[in-house]
């Protein structure tokens, strides 16, 4: 999937830390402002290299999402009082230039006043599958040709695109149980459908293709189905006798995590046989970050675990929101200052080094091999670095001109707000 939702920029990979005590101990900040003096001086001396990138007419209220060749952007309709927007399709830059080309809309399709844009994916050549989260009305979801905006078809529920040629949809009816159903990608055809009383809903996928619906039921079970018939494939009773026990599955890897109050359990996704149980304090969240899992606890903090073992390699507390690690080092944001910084903290230990600074992380698109963040620079831009456990600290990569932060990226560009109140789209540079 390649979307990015620019705009009201929050982390969708896990909850959101909060702040509390102040930070103490030593900091290369007067280090880094030197090293970063002297980034923009070296660039502001040297002409830049032609490259791809261009200027998107928008507000500060705009939505911004890159779907393969396009950007799509929702936007409030001007003059309009009674919230009134639209979704604007562009194409997305083909030619490297020496300045930013300014882009105009392929196409436009009016939004409901108060609906938002859950997701936007390609599907095809020709396809943009939208999921619209309705205004006190649940989701919808559409398939539009991308070429013209001309919708082909309209279901409720949230959608995620299939490798398959399917679309998966969840919703909820109005006595609450939550209903699965795949459709056609082409046509919209339902496949099937089933009822269930689940609390949480993941997907397995191996490679582009789904391959497993696991479901958090409400009586504390977990169930695998298929999502080519959605028959049940296997069931693992209750694992914790105690009423109203808040439970969450996720599917990493090739594994089922279940947490509740007793911890965090690993199951095999092919049979639900139990790989290892670790006792944590309840845990609210559980990522990939990088070789380790991250689960956040509900209270606040987070636990590292070996994803073979389920051994807790090490902790941090509420503070501190680890963001990837490696063997040798984690990158985390730290937030026991007035201002959120970037820290590494040694893998074997969980000692805590000395902050990188103060730095805005940058949105992402999936499971990219490496973090972005930004830096302003008044009068001039954001300074963009890359951030990976792999180097001791930030690496500084480029200049983005006029940009001020609010950024997103995928695999080859990033998008940021600009000073002047439009968004800027730059190639990233090697």
Request: glycine share 10%; charged share 25%.
């Amino acid at each position: 999937m390649t979307l990015i939702e620019l705009g009201e920029l929050t982390e969708s990979t896990g909850p959101e830390p909060s702040r509390r005590r102040r930070r103490v101990g030593g900091s290369r900040t007067p280090l880094l402002l030197v090293a970063l003096i002297a980034l923009v001086t070296l660039v502001s001396a040297t002409p830049p290299a032609p490259r791809m990138q261009a200027i998107l007419p928008s507000s500060l209220a705009a939505q911004v999402y890159f779907t393969g060749d396009q950007i799509l952007t929702v936007v409030p309709v001007r003059e309009a009082s009674d919230g009134s927007q639209e979704l604007l399709a562009y194409r997305m830059p083909e030619r490297a230039t020496g300045s930013p080309q300014r882009l105009t809309p392929l196409w436009r399709m009016p939004v409901r006043p108060g609906d938002r844009v859950d997701t936007a994916e390609r599907a095809d050549d020709s396809g943009l599958v939208l999921s619209l989260e309705r205004a006190n009305a649940g989701f919808e979801s559409l398939l539009l040709d991308s070429r013209t905006g001309q919708t082909r078809w309209r279901k409720p529920g949230s959608a995620t695109l299939d490798g398959s040629g399917r679309v998966l949809l969840q919703r909820y009816d109005v006595e609450g149980s939550s209903i699965l159903a795949a459709v056609e990608l082409a046509s919209g055809r339902e496949l099937w459908s089933v009822s269930s009383k689940a609390t949480w809903v993941t997907y397995h996928q191996r490679e582009t293709v789904i391959d497993a619906i696991v479901v958090s039921m409400v009586a504390g079970g977990v169930e695998v189905l298929d999502p080519a018939t959605g028959a049940l494939r296997y069931r693992l009773p209750a694992t914790s006798d105690e009423p109203g026990d808040d439970q969450h599955v996720w599917a990493i890897g090739d594994l089922v995590l279940v947490s509740n109050s007793k911890g965090v359990a690993a199951y095999d996704v092919d049979g639900l046989v139990r790989r290892w149980q670790t006792s944590v304090s309840p845990i609210n969240w559980v990522i990939p970050c990088g070789a380790l899992l991250c689960a956040y606890g509900i209270g606040g903090g987070a636990h590292l675990l070996d994803p073979a073992t389920g051994a807790v390699r090490w902790s941090v507390d509420g503070d501190i929101y680890v963001l990837r690690a490696d063997e040798r080092r984690a990158l985390a944001s730290d937030f026991r200052g007035p201002a959120i910084k970037v820290t590494t903290i040694d893998a074997e230990t969980g000692r805590i080094g000395a902050d990188d600074g103060d730095w805005e992380l940058v949105g992402m698109v999936d499971h990219v091999p490496y973090l972005l963040a930004t830096r302003s620079i008044p009068k001039v831009g954001a300074v963009l670095a890359r951030l990976d456990p792999a180097y001791a600290q930030p690496r500084r990569i480029d200049i983005l001109p006029g940009a001020v932060g609010n950024c997103g990226y995928r695999e080859d560009l990033i998008a940021c707000r600009r000073q002047d109140g439009d968004f800027g789209v730059w190639q990233l540079r090697d």
